[in-house]
């Protein structure tokens, strides 16, 4: 019975440890943050930049728009990517 859990707990951490690789390995990121520096000792956010951002041929590849008091950055265009 201990062979069986055992077993059970090194099957779980191996198949979690995994899923994390996986998700690291073909998952991005991006922190983009807007801030208003005309006051170099007060600097605020912005709630309502918004951003495009360009690949090196100067084509558009995506939108985003910060929102709220916080000047969240949520991308807006494209909904979702080609594989």
Same mark, same amino acid.
């Given at each position: 019975? @201990?062979?069986?859990?055992a077993l059970s707990v090194?099957?779980? %951490? =191996? *198949?979690?440890? =995994?899923?994390?690789f996986w998700h690291v390995s073909s998952?991005?990121?991006l922190y983009?943050?807007? &801030?208003n520096i005309s006051d @170099?000792? #007060?600097p605020r956010a912005i709630p309502d930049a918004e951003l @495009?951002?360009?690949?090196? =041929?100067?084509?558009?590849? *995506? &939108? *985003?728009? %910060?929102? +709220?008091?916080? +000047?969240?950055v #949520?991308?807006?265009q494209p909904t979702a990517y080609p594989l």
């Open positions: 019975m @201990r062979y069986k859990v090194v099957l779980v %951490a =191996a *198949a979690t440890l =995994a899923y994390g998952h991005g990121s983009v943050s807007v &801030q @170099r000792k #007060h @495009r951002f360009l690949d090196s =041929a100067g084509n558009e590849i *995506a &939108q *985003a728009r %910060a929102e +709220g008091p916080y +000047g969240v #949520h991308l807006s």
